[in-house]
């Protein structure tokens, strides 16, 4: 398998543009985490997907982030407005089953928002 | 206070040391414990797993859980070069439910090892 796949890798916007990251997760894995990592707070869960539904999304900072999974193989995150404090390292990762089953992260779409 | 305490370090040892990395917790439901290892620019990957208290062994690698201090431990023996990079502790509580499913992670420590 090809693992987690993300893209953009690299994304450079000015403040006040819409960002889409996208997310395919590895086939056959049920749940699928969005995280955001940074050198001040580290890896913070924003939201996560179990077999396409949203079940915790209060890691979400904000309503200008928005995720959404209509299909089992691909996921996306979206911040609308973007503002300069958003600038981190985005990673998907996805997972089979519950419980402390392996967490698979894809390597990360780096945003940097000027 | 944070769930879950570990020092980011920057952590410098010559080729051959043991390493020691430590995570506190202060969520008495966790009970699975795991070390990532995080290389520049990828993404976090499994290295070590561990359930409830006591210790695993694989390779050069050593994991404890001591649950009543609250305290996990990552030993790293024989430390090679390529073990440079970003160890994360991470925990969740047991399986089962939205709690069992949230796997929350330390800050990482920064680790590098000099030839």
């Known amino acids: 398998d090809a693992g987690v796949i993300q893209s953009p890798r690299h994304e450079v916007t000015e403040m006040g543009q819409e960002v889409t990251l996208r997310c395919k997760p590895i086939s056959g894995h049920d749940y699928l985490f969005w995280y955001r990592q940074t050198m001040m707070r580290g890896l913070e869960l924003l939201i996560y997907f179990n077999n396409n539904v949203p079940i915790d999304d209060s890691g979400m900072p904000e309503d200008r982030f928005s995720a959404k999974m209509p299909n089992a193989s691909f996921s996306t995150l979206k911040i609308q407005p973007s503002e300069p404090r958003d600038s981190a390292v985005y990673f998907c990762?996805?997972?089979?089953?519950?419980?402390?089953?392996?967490?698979?992260f894809g390597e990360g779409s780096r945003l940097t928002v000027l | 206070q944070k769930e879950v305490e570990q020092d980011p370090g920057p952590l410098s040892v010559p080729e051959g040391a043991i390493v020691s990395l430590n995570c506190t917790y202060s969520n008495s439901a966790f009970q699975y414990f795991m070390w990532y290892r995080q290389y520049s620019r990828k993404g976090p990957e499994l290295l070590m797993y561990t359930y409830s208290s006591g210790n695993k062994e694989d390779g050069r690698f050593t994991a404890q859980v001591d649950k009543s201090s609250k305290y996990i431990s990552l030993f790293i023996r024989d430390s090679q070069p390529s073990d440079s990079a970003t160890y994360l502790c991470?925990?969740?509580?047991?399986?089962?439910?939205?709690?069992?499913?949230?796997?929350?992670f330390g800050e990482g420590t920064q680790l590098t090892v000099n030839p």
């Open positions: 991470a925990m969740s509580a047991r399986s089962g439910g939205t709690s069992g499913s949230r796997l929350t």
């Open positions: 990762a996805s997972r089979r089953g519950t419980g402390a089953g392996e967490l698979f």
